[in-house]
């Protein structure tokens, strides 16, 4: 809650503070492939930067997609998993089409007092292309602005736009996604078994 005024002098009462409880757990993502000796005998320094470039990739993927669509379960929680969703923080657009740009001045009324500041829309390419981009106001503005300068996605409503392809087509999240609670306390790990 926000602070109070003090009048110099008065007693000053003691307040409990409303928090949330946080469990983190450790997860493990691994990746594992095999190379014979001759690719690795002729493998050249490019070639093992290549290889360790994509084992990269693999994992952040695996992370991304946890973000999203985590289950708890042997990985983190993901936002469309770990969110209750129901009547108060969520809703359904028409099923003929597109969204109306109604449906994301009521998705900005939604939010919740203090998470407006960072807040930013989610959603996968198709689902910005096939029902936001063509969006207009009722002076036939888009809603959509594209961001040029800053080589971003661009922005709705003043709200910047994350383009996540592990997000559902036809799913549009709105919020302040610094509130995930996601850690790697290791950086990523590669190791060569030469045992087999």
Not at 58 to 87: F, P, R
Not at 133 to 162: A, H, M, Q, W
Request: negative net charge; glycine residues 10%; aromatic residues 10%.
């Amino acid at each position: 809650t926000k602070a109070q005024w003090h009048v110099e002098g008065a007693a000053v009462d003691s307040e409990k503070v409303q928090t949330a409880s946080v469990q983190f757990a450790g997860y493990e993502i691994i990746k594992i492939f095999s190379m014979s000796a001759a690719a690795r005998k002729m493998s050249i320094s490019a070639f093992e930067a290549y290889i360790i470039e994509e084992l990269t990739n693999c994992v952040m993927e695996a992370i991304a997609d946890a973000l999203v669509n985590g289950t708890g379960n042997g990985q983190g929680t993901g936002v469309l998993k770990g969110i209750s969703w129901k009547q108060s923080n969520s809703f359904t657009f028409a099923a003929d089409g597109a969204p109306a740009y109604t449906d994301f001045t009521k998705m900005l009324g939604m939010l919740k007092r203090g998470y407006g500041n960072g807040a930013a829309f989610a959603m996968s390419n198709a689902s910005l292309y096939n029902l936001v981009y063509s969006i207009v106001d009722n002076n036939n503005r888009p809603i959509f602005i594209t961001d040029p300068k800053n080589e971003g996605i661009g922005f709705i409503l003043g709200k910047p736009v994350i383009v996540d392809d592990y997000i559902p087509d036809d799913t549009i999240l709105l919020g302040n996604f610094q509130y995930m609670g996601y850690n790697m306390p290791q950086g990523i790990m590669i190791e060569t078994s030469r045992e087999s």
